[in-house]
């Protein structure tokens, strides 16, 4: 801006000094002819030269690497066009008598001022509206908290958070920001987590659960141990993955790299055969309106708006993207997932929690359900078998009061016996049961329905008598089912490929509206079912969360991988989703699409403009209408151009995605 407004304060006596006979009194003081007009223009030729030395300096010294490199750029044009009008004005100073007619004898000063003044105010809007696509970062960066409350020697000490260690304890105060990564060890506390996740509603946080650097906790206080610090925060690696992601190019910018870079020489030639074609054809001063139509075409044909219409978008796509906990780590995977007709979805971790949980609870006649799982959770107590975690999970979480029991045994691949006083209670399989006399029929058909729905039964005794069926499922996360509807509202196919049995796969599928379903697939052959649709002619993208996934996250176009899963994962994948949830699915495919169509926009009237420009400023309307267009208003119109496809690009800050409800 410093540089804009030295040249428009120079601009400014320079173009009416430009017009003597336009500006009252000027042609009266400097004649034509004069040595007053001489001494004039003396003048404005120093005061031109110190514009294009300190307002367009990067134009020539841009063009000189351009050229040291054989190559030509916007810098090569602007500064060939302003340099034109210069040398043009200082040789009608200084050597008038190389000039055909005395007509010819002018200078364009005027043209040299005024066209580096608006490309250098276009530059300067372009930069401010750069950094405003920038701000995804910069709001990210923002986030992290200067300093960190520690214990260290029995005291709790407040330091920067640079020097917080790893194993390091942190205290985290109700209402104080979380400095570091880490593991709860006491407390609890619920933490919004929006501002990394993009979910709105607080997460409840008890010893043992993840916090994550940036959040901000609101009720409870809390200690954790610090496992990542510095450049290893989930916080850093956000930061870190958004600005890749807007360094990289999308392959339709590759396509523009080649054609800019023909583009710029094509333009040159065509600079010189129209001042060839005018000097010969044009009317008089030939000359002069042949160095005008030069740098017109030089000038108006600056590829700045198309060189800037495929970055722009993608900068404000992806800093869009984290926003709302979605980590686009490529231009080429932004652009891919624009193509996806083809969704494959993990089933453990992904669509479901990943963790067993209790479902149902059918009791016998005569008993209730806190009974049945007091008698299962008593039982359970000792036992390491995975079922065993849900039922006392649940349990707790129904506050239901555990009875005391005795002689633990448990039989491999059957159950568990316990005593209760004198009585047994045996927890397991119908078989298992029945082994022991017990005839579990009056709960046969709730467990086959259980069953039915991918749940797995078990059998609950105590004596003689079947209590009741505890149903154990990998539970549906809660906005699976409407996230996958808004991804075949999107046009999308949705697979789901497991290695669960087919039973149980199909109960999954049915309860979140899946149709087409691959089951019992070893974890080694889920890349070769995404390659089997890829041969289909589909664009594949493959969600999961696991190790197992990770093959086939990369063999896909597109590999997203849930947040909360391995690192192994996240590291393979094209698109980390830091929530977990499949609605980041649904937001990547709707801003890669918006992103994509913002692309075409800026690129279509970025070539729109070159197209009509050029042959208007070649003076191809000169000869219908005697319209020739202003190396000035050249200038204006390529800012204009500029400023158009920066604009165009923030559109996309207001982008609305579609409400995806649990």
């Known amino acids: 801006m410093r540089k804009f407004r030295f040249a428009a304060v120079v601009a400014v006596p320079v173009v009416l000094l430009s017009y003597p006979s336009v500006v009252p009194f000027v042609g009266d003081i400097f004649p034509r ?10 003048v404005m030729g120093i005061a031109a030269l110190a514009v294009l030395a300190y307002s367009g300096n990067q134009f020539f010294t841009g063009a000189w690497q351009g050229l040291r490199h054989r ?37 364009y000063y005027d043209v040299a001022v005024v066209v580096t003044a608006l490309v250098v105010l276009g ?20 986030l992290a908290p200067k300093t960190a409350r520690v214990l260290r020697g029995g005291q709790e000490i407040e330091v920067p958070v640079e020097q917080v260690v790893v194993d390091d304890v942190v205290v985290v105060r109700p209402g104080a920001k979380v400095p570091v990564d880490g593991i709860v060890l006491e407390g609890a506390s619920a933490v919004d987590e929006s501002m990394i996740t993009g979910e709105s509603m607080p997460v409840g946080k008890s010893p043992g659960d993840e916090v994550i650097g940036a959040t901000m906790n609101t009720t409870g206080s809390l200690r954790f141990r610090a496992t990542k610090v510095g450049a290893d925060t989930a916080l850093a690696t956000i930061v870190r993955m958004v600005g890749d992601a807007q360094a990289s190019k999308v392959p339709i910018q590759r396509i523009v790299d080649v054609v800019a870079g023909y583009f710029t020489p094509a333009v040159v030639i065509a600079s010189i055969l129209g001042f060839v074609l005018w000097y010969d ?69 992904t ?12 009791p016998a006649e005569g008993v209730d359900k806190d009974t049945v799982l007091s008698l299962a959770a008593a039982a359970e107590r000792d036992s390491e078998h995975p079922l065993a975690g849900a039922i006392l999970d649940s349990a ?33 399989k119908r078989a298992f049961l029945e082994a022991a006399g ?6 046969d058909d709730a467990a086959a329905r259980l069953a039915d729905d991918g749940k797995t039964p078990v059998y609950v005794a105590i004596g003689e008598r079947a209590a009741g069926v505890i149903a154990i499922a990998d539970p549906v996360k809660p906005d699976s089912a409407a996230s996958i509807a808004a991804l075949r509202k999107l046009g999308l196919q949705v697979v789901m490929i497991t290695g669960d049995n087919r039973r149980t796969a199909d109960a999954i599928a049915r309860t979140v509206g899946i149709d087409r379903v691959v089951a019992e697939v070893l974890p080694q052959d889920k890349a070769h079912e995404v390659r089997k649709l890829q041969l289909e002619g589909r664009s594949v993208a493959m969600v999961g969360d696991g190790i197992n996934d990770a093959p086939a996250l990369a063999q896909a176009d597109v590999g997203f991988a849930i947040g909360t899963g391995t690192d192994v994962a996240i590291e393979a994948s094209d698109v980390t989703l830091i929530s977990g949830s499949l609605r980041g699915v649904v937001s990547a495919v709707e801003i890669s699409r918006a992103t994509m169509r913002n692309v075409y926009q800026n690129l279509f009237g970025a070539f729109v403009y070159n197209g009509v420009g050029l042959p208007i400023a070649l003076g191809i309307l000169y000869p219908f209408i005697g319209l020739l267009l202003s190396p000035i208003l050249a200038a204006l119109a390529m800012s204009f151009s500029s400023v158009t496809v920066v604009s165009n690009a ?13």
């Open 351 to 362: 669509i479901t929690v990943g963790k067993p949980a209790v479902t149902d609870i059918v």
């Open 396 to 428: 707790a979480e129904r506050g239901v009061t555990r009875i005391g029991v005795s002689d633990f045994e448990a039989v491999p691949g059957h159950g568990i016996r316990v005593s209760f006083g004198s009585r047994p209670i045996r927890v397991g």
């Open 650 to 662: 923030n559109r996309l800050k207001r982008f609305r995605l579609q409400e995806v409800s649990a």
């Open 71 to 107: 190559s030509a750029n916007m810098h090569t044009l602007i500064a060939i066009g302003t340099g034109a009008a210069w040398l043009y004005s200082g040789a009608a100073l200084l050597l008038p008598a190389l000039f055909p007619t005395a007509d010819m004898v002018d200078v």
């Open 438 to 443: 017990i005839d579990p029929g009056a709960l």
């Open 33 to 42: 002819g004069s040595a007053q007009l001489k001494a004039l223009w003396a």
């Open 281 to 349: 054809f044009g009317p008089t001063p030939a000359f002069a309106y042949a160095t005008i139509v030069a740098v017109t075409t030089l000038i108006i044909a600056c590829p700045c708006a198309l060189g800037m219409a495929t970055p722009m978008a993608l900068t404000t796509g992806t800093g869009l993207a984290a926003t709302h906990g979605i980590l686009i780590r490529s231009g080429d995977a932004l652009q891919a997932a624009k193509r996806l007709d083809t969704i494959v979805l993990d089933k453990t971790g």
């Open 123 to 142: 530059m300067a809007m372009e930069v401010k509206a750069r950094g405003k696509t920038s701000e995804a970062i910069e709001k990210l960066i923002a």
